[in-house]
């Protein structure tokens, strides 16, 4: 191991798929998307952490999981800044920034109070119609929400 390694703050890992540079205040939220509460091997996560270019910033490390990139992407909505890096024997193997997807399904919830999805049981769904902006257009009612008022489930 080398010194950076050994400054590491929280544990460097064999094995696995690292989430770095997550917003503050979004890390929890990173977890449920891609479902991780449920996972049965060691997960680190660290949240207000230092960060150069981002002031504070969040982090989580799975264990001997390796994502799609269908599933990488879905985080972008909360977390546009994220790097997923797959690490393989304590080695940095790979770095991708996520992309935001051309639609999104049960993470957003629609702006339109009257929406049949604040009313019944139906999943949310909706096509990104602004990707530099982040305006997002109703599956059920065609209403956009744009970025300011994204409320997440
Ligand atoms: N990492 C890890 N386990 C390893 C190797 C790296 O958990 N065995 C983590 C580091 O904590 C870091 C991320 O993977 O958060 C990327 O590692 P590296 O590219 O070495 O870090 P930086 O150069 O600092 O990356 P950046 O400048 O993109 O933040
Ligand atoms: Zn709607």
């Avoid at 503050?24 to 977890?31: D, P, R, W």
């Avoid at 509460?37 to 001997?64: H, P, R, T, W």
């Avoid at 339109?112 to 019944?120: D, M, Y």
């Amino acid at each position: 191991m080398n010194t950076k390694k050994k400054e590491l703050k929280v544990s460097a890992i064999a094995n696995g798929t690292v989430i770095d540079h997550i917003p503050q205040g979004h890390v929890s939220k990173v977890m449920n998307i891609l479902n991780l509460e449920n996972f049965e091997d060691q997960i680190y996560f660290g949240a207000n952490l230092d960060s150069k270019k981002y002031g504070k910033k969040g982090i989580i490390k799975v264990s001997n999981r390796y994502f799609k990139d269908s599933e990488i992407n879905k985080i972008a909505i909360v977390a546009p800044t994220a790097t997923m890096i797959e690490i393989k024997d304590y080695e940095v193997i790979k770095k991708t920034s996520v992309k935001i997807p051309d639609e999104v399904i049960g993470i957003v919830k629609c702006f339109n109070p009257k929406c049949v999805t604040n009313h019944e049981n139906v999943i949310t769904r909706f096509t990104i119609i602004d990707k530099e902006n982040l305006k997002v257009k109703c599956h059920y009612c065609e209403k956009i929400t744009k970025k300011e008022h994204i409320e997440f489930l």
